[in-house]
């Protein structure tokens, strides 16, 4: 048993974590099989905003949102943040799209063709324009880029290019501001993908400098992947800039956080306490990156934000000293089950008086339904648009 005084720290640190939902959850999103549009899904990227604040106004911890250029592309920024700080919410970080436009059928900012590359490079650099607009900290870079085939391009050239391109937009940052470099073990690229790994991303954001920091979805590994040991390393180097939450049976599946392996999620935060991931000063962004295709989207997004507090309050309940006595003890069965006592806690309960200590429902998935708003947005909103994937 946790005494008072943990229990207590538990509940402030719950209170205190921030976790980012991205815009484009609250759209309707498919495969390239078939995009299911739901009644009711926001039109712009201000309706999208609206869904985010029920998300924060039932969960409480979940005061930011993403923004994804073109796809919440708004002619005047500072009236976006405005409509958000009227809802209580702020803009987060600005991720970039290389991967829409026919020009990048053989990448972006690693093209062949030194034209396309500028054209890559530009849609970047105003991606720190908007971020300049809204206030947001983090520039969120995911490539496509890659090859298809053996031989199509030179591998050490194209990495080559990447650099140059990404060493072009860190000269751009502001003070405050950040470079999130996202990877990606396959697709859409089969052959060859031009930032793979956390190896590879961390190789370009050491050479660029400490602004540069690396981003880990959960859903970009390979099946067996310890995605714990990656985060600890990166938080141990001081580069772990922001997770993308989601999770996968599959492939890139973006199913709800949590949903498809809830031990893996809690090793993972445990690793993220254990190395100071949660310090304020470490300025880790808890960010979801999931599309919701066959769920409605804002309950999703407030289980995926249940998820993580879950998997988050458990990783808190271990027992660190009896771990570490264990470990030292070189007692492996004692020290394996400090870390299952934790896990096999039952926080729902926790986590509902820390709500209600929060002025809150404590089931905002049950307040969420009783608001009325899904109703609300199924009368007022006639022909939703798509996120983007299946635009
Ligand atoms: C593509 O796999 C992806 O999921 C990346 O993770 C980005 O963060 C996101 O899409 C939005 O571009
Ligand atoms: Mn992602
Ligand atoms: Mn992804």
């Not at 991205?22 to 078939?34: A, D, E, I, M, V």
């Not at 039952?346 to 969420?368: F, N, S």
Request: negative net charge; contains cysteine; aromatic residues 8%.
């Amino acid at each position: 048993m946790p005494s008072q005084s943990t229990v207590s720290a538990v509940r402030e640190t719950l209170k205190g974590q921030v976790i980012e939902t991205p815009s484009w959850g609250y759209g309707n999103s498919g495969t390239r099989f078939k995009v299911f549009a739901q009644a009711g899904v926001p039109r712009d990227p201000f309706e999208k905003l609206d869904d985010a604040a029920k998300v924060q106004e039932f969960t409480g911890v979940a005061p930011r949102v993403s923004l994804h250029i073109p796809w919440d592309k708004a002619e005047d920024y500072a009236a976006l943040g405005a409509h958000a700080a009227k809802r209580g919410l702020v803009l987060g970080a600005i991720n970039s799209n290389t991967f829409q436009d026919d020009a990048y059928r053989l990448g972006s900012v690693t093209h062949p063709d030194a034209g396309v590359r500028r054209k890559a490079v530009a849609h970047l650099l105003e991606c720190v324009d908007i971020m300049d607009a809204t206030g947001s900290r983090d520039l969120k870079l995911w490539f496509a880029d890659g090859t298809n085939y053996p031989g199509q391009d030179d591998i050490v050239a194209r990495q080559e290019r990447l650099a140059d391109a990404l060493a072009e937009v860190y000269a751009r940052l502001g003070d405050g501001q950040r470079l999130l470099l996202e990877y990606k073990f396959f697709e859409p690229a089969f052959y060859t993908t031009d930032v793979p790994d956390w190896g590879t991303a961390f190789r370009h954001c050491l050479k660029l400098g400490p602004k540069a920091q690396v981003v880990v979805d959960t859903g970009h590994h390979a099946p067996g992947t310890n995605i714990e040991f990656i985060v600890a390393t990166l938080l141990h180097e001081g580069r772990l800039g922001a997770f993308d939450f989601n999770s996968r049976f599959y492939a890139d599946d973006d199913l709800m956080v949590g949903a498809a392996d809830p031990f893996q999620l809690f090793r993972i935060m445990h690793e993220v306490i254990r190395n100071g991931g949660m310090d304020a000063e470490r300025n880790v962004n808890f960010m979801l990156d999931q599309c919701h295709n066959i769920e409605q989207k804002i309950p999703a997004v407030i289980r995926s934000v249940m998820n993580v507090q879950e998997a988050t309050a458990k990783a808190l309940l271990v027992d660190t000293e009896a771990l570490r006595a264990a470990q030292l003890a070189g007692d492996v069965l004692a020290a394996n089950a400090v870390l299952m006592d934790a896990y096999n806690t039952d926080v729902r309960p926790l986590l509902a008086e820390v709500r209600t200590g929060m002025g809150l429902a404590p089931d905002p998935v049950a307040a969420y339904h009783a608001s009325g708003w899904q109703r609300h947005i199924e009368a007022a909103r006639v022909g939703g648009e798509q996120a983007g994937w299946g635009a």
